[in-house]
C-alpha cells in the first residue's frame, strides 16, 4: 500500500515560482513511475511530468522549459520545480503512483497564478 501527500502549493503572481513536493508513504523503490497531473476548473485532468523509476522524466510541451520533475528516492519524495508561472497553469496539481498494476493518487494541492 503506497500513500502519497502533496504540498507547496499556494498563491503567486505571475512569473514567480512554486517547488511542490509529494511525500511517498512506502517504499518508492517498488514504485515504477512517478508523475504529477492537475486538473483546472471545468477541464479534464491533464498529464504534467512523469518521472521513470531511474531518473528519465518526460515533460509536457505546455510546461517544457519552465518545469522541472524529480525524484529523491532517498528522501521518498517527488518534486515538481515550476518556474515562470503563468495564470493558466492554475489548477489543483496531484501526484500519482504507478506500482505493478496498481494506481494512487494523492489529495492534490492548489495552485493560483494571478496575472
Known amino acids: 500500500q503506497v500513500q502519497l501527500v502533496e504540498s507547496g502549493g499556494g498563491l503567486v503572481q505571475a512569473g514567480g515560482s512554486l517547488r511542490l513536493s509529494c511525500a511517498v508513504r512506502?517504499?518508492?523503490?517498488?514504485?515504477?513511475?512517478m508523475a504529477w497531473y492537475r486538473q483546472a476548473p471545468g477541464k479534464q485532468r491533464e498529464l504534467v511530468a512523469r518521472?521513470?523509476?531511474?531518473?528519465?522524466?518526460n515533460i509536457v510541451d505546455s510546461v517544457k522549459g519552465r518545469f522541472t520533475i524529480s525524484r529523491d528516492n532517498a528522501k521518498n519524495t517527488v518534486f515538481l520545480q515550476m518556474n515562470r508561472l503563468k495564470p493558466e497553469d492554475t489548477a489543483v496539481y496531484h501526484c500519482n503512483a504507478l506500482q505493478g498494476r496498481d494506481t494512487y493518487w494523492g489529495q492534490g494541492t492548489q495552485v493560483t497564478v494571478s496575472s
Open positions: 512506502g517504499n518508492i523503490l517498488t514504485i515504477n513511475d
Open positions: 518521472v521513470h523509476r531511474f531518473g528519465d522524466t
